[in-house]
């Protein structure tokens, strides 16, 4: 079955440390992950997106890696900022020949950057 | 970028009624859109899915007769909960893909429209 798991499911930091989000999936046949930021009450907006052969993306102060071998993907916020209080999901798109493959949500992690 | 609004951002109706939510894409034009609902604390689960000028695709567990989508166009689509119930408040989060793009490219999410059955 095509899932994706995400750890912690939430997180307190202070404001100006760093932190990381995990996501393992077990989506197969893989096409690329993404990782969105969602703000209470708001769609998810794109933070990267990452294909089979790229193993690191950057995105300001969001940087998110993949290990394709063993199926787990991280987020790295540097210098967190209040603003960056939201939830991250981690989103896998299922590789389908020749159409679009569905995307398996993971249910986030909710992280609350404290003064 | 790309924009995807929706209208309303939230909705209050009574049981029974029904209730159209609007989609746009506003600088590209969407071949396929997304219908999306999220319940507190879960990730989104995909709907349906619409391509322009064709009935949607619902998903299994998701009645077709309840929720009416409509993309007869390529930068609108309705989504309309017809005599809703309690039950159907959530949040409801549509996403476009722009035509001609390969899988590698994005699809973008609009802000989401609150339903709240009372």
């Known amino acids: 079955k095509n899932q994706v798991e995400q750890s912690p499911q939430s997180l307190i930091i202070l404001e100006g440390k760093n932190c990381t989000l995990q996501?393992?999936?077990?989506?197969?046949?893989?096409?690329?992950l993404r990782w969105y930021k969602q703000d209470t009450g708001r769609g998810p907006v794109s933070l990267t997106i990452?294909?089979?052969?790229?193993n690191t993306k950057s995105n300001g102060r969001y940087t998110a890696t993949l290990d394709a071998d063993t199926k787990q993907s991280s987020l790295h916020i540097t210098a967190s900022q209040l603003s960056d209080s939201a939830s991250y999901i981690c989103?896998?798109?299922?590789?389908?020949?020749?159409?679009?493959?569905?995307?398996?949500f993971g249910k986030g992690t909710k992280l609350s950057v404290k003064p | 970028g790309a924009v995807v609004s929706q209208h309303p951002s939230w909705v209050i109706c009574k049981s029974g009624t029904s209730v159209k939510i609007e989609c746009r894409s506003l600088?590209?034009?969407?071949?396929?859109m997304f219908w999306y609902r999220q319940f507190p604390k879960q990730s989104l689960m995909l709907m349906a899915t619409s391509n322009e000028g064709s009935k949607a695709t619902y998903e299994q567990g998701v009645e077709k007769d309840k929720f009416l989508i409509n993309h007869a166009s390529l930068t609108l689509s309705t989504l309309t909960v017809t005599s809703a119930h309690p039950e159907d408040s959530s949040f409801y989060i549509c996403?476009?893909?722009?035509?001609?793009?390969?899988?590698?490219?994005?699809?973008?999410f609009g802000p989401g429209t609150r339903l709240t059955v009372t």
């Open positions: 989103v896998v798109r299922v590789y389908t020949d020749g159409s679009q493959g569905n995307l398996i």
């Open positions: 600088d590209f034009q969407a071949t396929t």
């Open positions: 996403s476009a893909r722009a035509s001609g793009t390969s899988d590698r490219y994005e699809q973008y």
């Open positions: 996501c393992n999936y077990t989506v197969s046949p893989f096409s690329n």
């Open positions: 990452m294909t089979f052969s790229e």
